[in-house]
């Protein structure tokens, strides 16, 4: 992990939901353009096994992290501080997808998934904002979703967690404007994660079809005829923590080959 190609050397980045899918992808990029990372997730053994590969004196663990509980990001501010320092790239990437018929969502069912998606970005971002003010050149990336910018059935609660993480991007991209820091979106269509397989598995159980025809169906939404890959979300991710990207701010990029034009 050296070579030209390290804009970020020195850099801490922090990562929530890091242990897998997109969120590993994440951590994967930022180690090779030479940032410090923390990787943050609720349980230990899957984050141990995630990090098993990678650069131990690059990679700092952060566990029982969980977003929506305000003591434990707490800890994990000290935890992460204890690693490498106050955090200059936050990526807010953990977060659930559960879907169900609106007529028989339970309050409950809502709240859990407003907390996690949509309150849960709230919480971490507040706990590390005066990391990134003060770094004068901070980076707030959010990973929303195209049911952050279109509606989807089955999926009110999720679109509208993910609605509100895109409305909370622009508004704080506005409120940091003049500190240097960034505040950006990235909303993923249906890609190819553990999360994506989870939702083929509901199909299945669901309405009878093979995981084959599940998964088809899932990759026609996307004009290009297929899922995106956890990596071509990283790669966007990446490019807003350059230190090239500091113009560009308040925005929600779709990383989805065309899925919301077409919508």
């Known amino acids: 992990m050296s070579g030209p190609t ?25 180690l090779e353009a030479g940032a410090n990372v923390t990787m943050t997730g609720r349980d230990q053994a899957r984050l141990e096994a995630a990090a098993d590969s990678l650069p131990p ?20 501010v000290i935890a992460a501080h204890d690693g490498f320092g106050p955090v200059e790239i936050l990526v807010n990437n953990a977060g659930e997808a559960p879907s169900a ?13 407003i907390l996690t998606d949509l309150t849960g970005v709230f919480l971490v971002t507040q706990a590390f904002l005066a990391d990134i003010k003060a770094s004068r050149a901070g980076r707030i990336i959010n990973i929303a979703s195209t049911a952050g910018l279109t509606g989807y059935r089955y999926v009110s609660a999720y679109a509208a967690a993910k609605h509100g993480v895109v409305g909370l991007t622009r508004s704080l991209a506005l409120e940091l404007a003049r500190t240097g820091a960034t505040v950006n979106a990235v909303c993923p269509g249906f890609t190819d994660t553990p999360l994506i397989t989870r939702s083929i598995e509901a199909i299945v159980a669901k309405t009878g079809r093979t995981p084959e025809d599940a998964r088809a169906e899932l990759a026609k939404a996307n004009p290009q005829g297929r899922l995106v890959s956890p990596q071509e979300v990283a790669d966007t991710v990446l490019w807003l923590a350059q230190p090239s990207a500091s113009a560009i701010t308040g925005q929600a990029i779709a990383v989805a080959g065309g899925e919301v034009l077409a919508g």
């Open 6 to 30: 390290q804009t970020l050397s020195g850099r801490h980045a922090l990562v929530t939901g890091a242990s897998g899918g997109i969120g590993l992808a994440i951590v994967h990029s930022l």
């Open 57 to 76: 004196d690059r990679v700092h663990l952060v566990d029982r992290f969980d977003v929506t509980d305000a003591d434990a990001i707490a800890l994990g």
């Open 101 to 113: 018929p609106f007529d028989k969502m339970t309050p409950a069912f809502w709240n859990k998934v």
